[in-house]
């Protein structure tokens, strides 16, 4: 069933009906309530599910393996607060898609970590501290969140959330109160938020008519701008340039661009003829990037889903992860000596949890 939604969705002759396909296939309420948007290697318009069944074959209870020597892993979230990751499936020609806009943010001051949990029905955000302890806030209720991201001073999160068929982008304060601001509405799908270096714009990803492109808004004037194609828009932290991840012009793979926000230039800085790239992270100091990649099948490993590393200008890519499960949505710490992401690692079921590991 899977591979038949993939194979509509990619055709563009069927563009119209796309939705309606996905629809006819699922019983209307779970329909309404798990649409959003998956990035993939062909795509970005699937289905958004609660958890990724694991592989078959997969040893998901070890933490680390050989290939990851030296490196310190040290998790945050435990099985039972049922963690969302993305969902990840292999299309009809064995390409790997998943979702790719930010399912965990990390506040500004290091101390707090935001996170999308199920239950209920529902996937919410919640916020639990860094520094330990089980206290878990849970900051909405009765939602069907996707993404998010902490404002540069960490007052405020922004999110998208699915309400009936559309995807808009919201802001709710990061520590108390339960008002919800509508910050983009519109009859197209808005997901993917996040913020300027200073916090007065929030850049976010607008879907119209099965393409992409990457918009503005600024949060005092509610003046909207449209930049460029492409999705998961990060501003470096000089706010000279944003980095967006877009489809390949066969629209076979994923690849890192930026845009210069003066002179309007648009550059590639990472492509490969096989791997897909999505979910750029810049470091804070703006010489690295982080990101998710994909890694080929081999004869002792299935395909999957790694973080990779490389420099600001493209250069010196280095894979960094090598646990067969997905280790996806990477974020830098402030202080940039750590990188939080979601994996399916050190638990049998391979259920998605929160880890933190060393940079360098």
């Not at 396909?21 to 290697?41: E, P, V």
């Not at 922004?158 to 919800?180: C, R, S």
């Not at 270096?197 to 005092?220: A, C, D, I, P, Q």
């Not at 493209?314 to 710490?333: A, C, I, M, R, Y």
Request: net charge neutral; proline share 4%; hydrophobic share 35%.
């Amino acid at each position: 069933m899977k591979q038949k939604i993939i194979k509509n969705l990619a055709s563009n002759d069927n563009k119209n009906q796309n939705g309606n396909a996905i629809k006819s296939m699922f019983k209307d309420d779970w329909y309404k309530m798990n649409k959003a948007i998956l990035y993939s290697i062909v795509l970005f318009f699937f289905v958004f599910l609660y958890s990724c069944g694991p592989a078959q074959g997969v040893d998901y209870k070890v933490v680390s393996v050989p290939e990851e020597g030296g490196m310190r892993f040290v998790k945050y979230t435990e099985e039972h607060e049922n963690v969302m990751g993305p969902l990840t499936v292999l299309n009809e020609n064995g390409k790997l898609l998943w979702y790719a806009a930010p399912l965990i943010s990390i506040s500004p001051n290091g101390e707090k970590l935001a996170y999308i949990a199920s239950g209920n029905n529902f996937t919410n955000l919640y916020i639990k501290n860094i520094s330990g302890g089980k206290a878990v806030v849970q900051r909405t209720f009765n939602r069907n969140i996707n993404d998010m991201n902490f404002s540069p001073d960490g007052k405020s999160i922004a999110f998208t959330a699915a309400k009936g068929n559309d995807q808009n982008v919201y802001l709710i304060n990061a520590d108390e109160g339960a008002a919800v601001q509508q910050i983009v509405a519109t009859t197209a799908n808005e997901l993917g938020p996040s913020f300027s270096k200073e916090g007065e714009m929030l850049f976010f990803t607008k879907e119209e008519l099965g393409r992409f492109y990457v918009w503005s808004v600024n949060l005092t004037t509610a003046l909207q701008t449209q930049y460029s194609e492409g999705f998961t828009p990060v501003m470096d932290p000089s706010g000279k340039f944003l980095v967006v991840t877009r489809n390949s012009k066969d629209g076979s793979r994923g690849e890192i661009w930026t845009i210069d926000l003066t002179k309007g230039t648009e550059t590639q800085i990472m492509s490969d003829p096989v791997k897909g790239f999505s979910s750029p992270a810049i470091s804070p100091d703006g010489q690295k990037i982080i990101c998710v990649g994909s890694t080929e099948k081999e004869s002792n490993r299935t395909q999957n889903l790694d973080l990779y590393m490389f420099n600001i200008d493209g250069t010196g890519l280095k894979q960094l992860t090598f646990h067969e499960g997905n280790d996806v949505s990477p974020q830098w710490s402030p202080d940039g000596n750590s990188i939080f992401f979601l994996s399916q690692r050190g638990n049998e079921a391979g259920k998605f949890n929160i880890w933190k590991v060393n940079a360098y």
